[in-house]
């Protein structure tokens, strides 16, 4: 099932089992800040308002309105917010670069969150594999 269908239909752990992997959506050339600069899940756009980019990040505007363009146009999805994660420079965390895995951090059912990624040298490092759950998962450790 590819991300068109899967972000339409509320989602659950039972279907982490099928081998669901990224889509190549295109390239788009960005002209990177010289400083450093990490961000955690910024809120960029908030339900019935437009985009609100803080100065410094305006850089990444042309990916974020390119995404937004992909998810309408192509998927046929609008989500009502939109969240941007920065990593631009080295990593300094000890756990940053550790394999882990995204999109499931709640044991409820919901309707999914499509990412969409972006790097100008290092790709990140993914394996396509399904993953089932014990019964017991516990989404908070």
């Known amino acids: 099932m ?6 339409r239909y509320i989602l659950n752990l039972d279907q982490y089992k099928c081998n669901n992997g990224p889509e190549h959506i295109g390239r788009i050339d960005l002209a ?3 400083n450093d600069q990490y961000v955690l899940r910024l809120l960029v756009k908030e339900a019935f308002s437009g985009y609100n980019i803080p100065y410094g990040l305006e850089w990444a505007a042309p990916l974020i309105m390119s995404a937004e363009k992909y ?3 192509t998927l046929g ?8 994660t920065i990593r631009h420079g080295i990593v300094r965390s000890v756990t940053d670069d550790e394999w882990h895995v ?3 951090s709640m044991n409820i059912s919901h309707l999914p969150e499509q990412n969409y990624l972006w790097s100008n040298v290092y790709p990140t490092e993914y394996t396509r594999c399904g993953i089932v759950f014990p019964k ?3 989404p908070k450790k």
């Open 136 to 138: 017991d998962f516990n």
């Open 2 to 7: 590819g991300i068109a269908e899967r972000g």
């Open 71 to 73: 998810q309408a146009e």
């Open 32 to 34: 990177c800040p010289y």
């Open 102 to 104: 995204d999109g499931f």
């Open 77 to 84: 999805i609008r989500h009502s917010f939109v969240y941007v």
